[in-house]
C-alpha cells in the first residue's frame, strides 16, 4: 500500500511533490514548500487519503550529514539537481478510516527559515510547531502562538540546531516564587 499511496498522492497532486522515498514499509514524500499547506490541506480532506491525525511536527538540521548520503534519505525526482538546503520541515500524518502513514518533508533553507502552519488544519500542530520553533528555529507563519514551549523565553538561541555551541551562557533568571502562579492565599 505505501508505493500506492505515494502515487496516489503524487497524481493528486504532481507540481506539489519533488521527491519520494518508500524505506522499511514507510512512504515519504517530498514536498514544495509553496504547495505544502494546498497538499496538506487535501491529504486531510480527501477521502481518498483522510489524514485525520498529525501525529507529530519536527525538524532535521543537516549541515553535518554527508552530501552523498543525504540523497539518500532525501532523494529528489529525476532532472531536479538543485542542491538540499540544510533543514527538513517533517510531518508524520495518519489515516485512522484507511490504516496507512505518511511522512511529509518540506526542503526549507537557512536563509528563509519559514513555513505556513498546520493548525488550521490538525489542532495537534500547535504544540509541535512551537517546538520545533523553540529548539530549531523555524517560524510557522499563521501560528496562533508561537512562543517558546520547552527552553524559556529569554533562552538564545535554538538548542537542536548542529551549530548552537555545546558550551556557552544563557540568562540567568531569579527563581519563580509560587505565589506568582496561584491564586491560592496558602501559597502567598
Not at 500506492?4 to 503524487?10: A, G, S, Y
Not at 550529514?65 to 538540499?84: E, K, Q, S
Not at 502562538?145 to 520547552?150: F, K, P
Request: aromatic share 10%; net charge negative; no cysteine.
Amino acid at each position: 500500500m505505501s508505493q500506492k499511496l505515494i502515487d496516489l498522492v503524487r497524481s493528486a497532486k504532481p507540481k506539489a511533490v519533488v521527491g519520494s522515498l518508500l524505506s522499511a514499509g514507510d512512504a515519504t514524500v517530498i514536498v514544495a514548500r509553496e504547495q505544502v499547506l494546498e497538499l496538506a490541506t487535501l491529504l486531510r480532506d480527501d477521502p481518498k487519503f483522510r489524514f485525520d491525525v498529525l501525529i507529530d511536527v519536527t525538524a532535521v538540521d543537516y549541515s553535518e550529514y554527508d552530501p552523498a548520503l543525504r540523497h539518500i534519505v532525501t532523494p529528489l525526482d529525476a532532472g531536479n539537481d538543485a542542491p538540499l538546503p540544510r533543514f527538513e520541515v517533517v510531518y508524520h500524518l495518519l489515516s485512522m478510516p484507511h490504516k496507512h502513514r505518511l511522512r511529509v518533508k518540506v526542503l526549507v533553507s537557512e536563509d528563509d527559515f519559514r513555513v505556513p502552519s498546520m493548525t488550521g488544519l490538525w489542532q495537534s500542530a500547535n504544540w509541535g510547531e512551537r517546538e520545533a520553533w523553540d529548539m530549531f528555529g523555524v517560524k510557522f507563519e499563521g501560528h496562533p502562538d508561537l512562543r517558546r514551549v520547552l527552553t524559556y523565553e529569554e533562552f538564545v538561541g535554538h538548542p537542536l540546531r548542529k551549530d548552537f555551541p555545546q558550551r556557552g551562557y544563557q540568562p540567568l533568571l531569579p527563581m519563580p516564587n509560587l505565589a506568582d502562579y496561584t491564586d491560592n492565599e496558602t501559597y502567598r
